[in-house]
T-cell receptor, first 115, second 113 residues
Framework: DAKTTQPTSMDCAEGRAANLPCNHSTISGNEYVYWYRQIHSQGPQYIIH???NNETNEMASLIITEDRKSSTLILPHATLRDTAVYYC????????????????FGQGTILTVHP | ETGVTQTPRHLVMGMTNKKSLKCEQHLGHNAMYWYKQSAKKPLELMFV???????ENNSVPSRFSPECPNSSHLFLHLHTLQPEDSALYLCASSQDWDTQPQHFGDGTRLSIL
């Protein structure tokens, strides 16, 4: 799976948009970009994923650059409950082989939403 | 409501005790996983089950023994644990063993005395 690079931490004011960047310059053509987050004392929570088109769901939007070497997760109106560690993961949709379901979580970005 | 429920949420045990962690998923998924999350370390995959068969054992010590009686339930039996086994143990499920995304429970916080 391609390696990702994320800032260690970010701050955001409540009600404003939170834009979390992720670099994945070695991404392969069949690898998707996944975002998870982990709120303190909870398990990781799936947010969104995409291949090359921008994606939006009830939680967030995912913007992937045309060359697919970077992406941005957007929380349009951040709330205090969005304070969490956000993980950007790149991997194939159906791994097969010896990858099984393995998700490789890096250190992620600690997002702090303040009043 | 995550659809994946883990019990207990917290567990304190001595090194000679035997205990079990339980995970139940209500999502109709075929694959279930055990992860370990130690302080300031990334998640480590421990075991993967697909349709009640183990498909991955990621070099986990034998003091951890998984059991998957059906596709909705997953157990992690613990015996003779070490202090370094203190961690958050997370269960996850996905539609199939090689698909994403995975849905996680809130974990069991395990402390070994």
């Amino acid at each position: 799976d391609a390696k990702t690079t994320q800032p260690t931490s970010m701050d955001c004011a409540e009600g404003r948009a939170a834009n979390l960047p992720c670099n994945h310059s070695t991404i392969s053509g069949n690898e998707y970009v996944y975002w998870y987050r982990q709120i303190h004392s909870q398990g990781p929570q799936y947010i969104i994923h995409g291949l090359k088109n921008n994606e939006t769901n009830e939680m967030a939007s995912l913007i992937i650059t045309e060359d697919r070497k970077s992406s941005t997760l957007i929380l349009p109106h951040a709330t205090l409950r969005d304070t969490a560690v956000y993980y950007c993961i790149v991997r194939v949709l159906n791994a097969g082989g010896t990858s099984y379901g393995k998700l490789t979580f890096g250190q992620g970005t600690i997002l702090t939403v303040h009043p | 409501e995550t659809g994946v429920t883990q019990t207990p949420r917290h567990l304190v045990m001595g090194m000679t005790n035997k205990k079990s962690l339980k995970c139940e998923q209500h999502l109709g998924h075929n694959a279930m996983y055990w992860y370990k999350q130690s302080a300031k370390k990334p998640l480590e995959l421990m075991f993967v089950y697909s349709l009640e068969e183990r498909v991955e054992n990621n070099s986990v010590p034998s003091r951890f023994s998984p059991e998957c009686p059906n596709s909705s339930h997953l157990f992690l039996h613990l015996h003779t644990l070490q202090p370094e086994d203190s961690a958050l143990y997370l269960c996850a499920s996905s539609q199939d063993w090689d698909t994403q995304p995975q849905h996680f429970g809130d974990g069991t916080r395990l402390s070994i005395l």
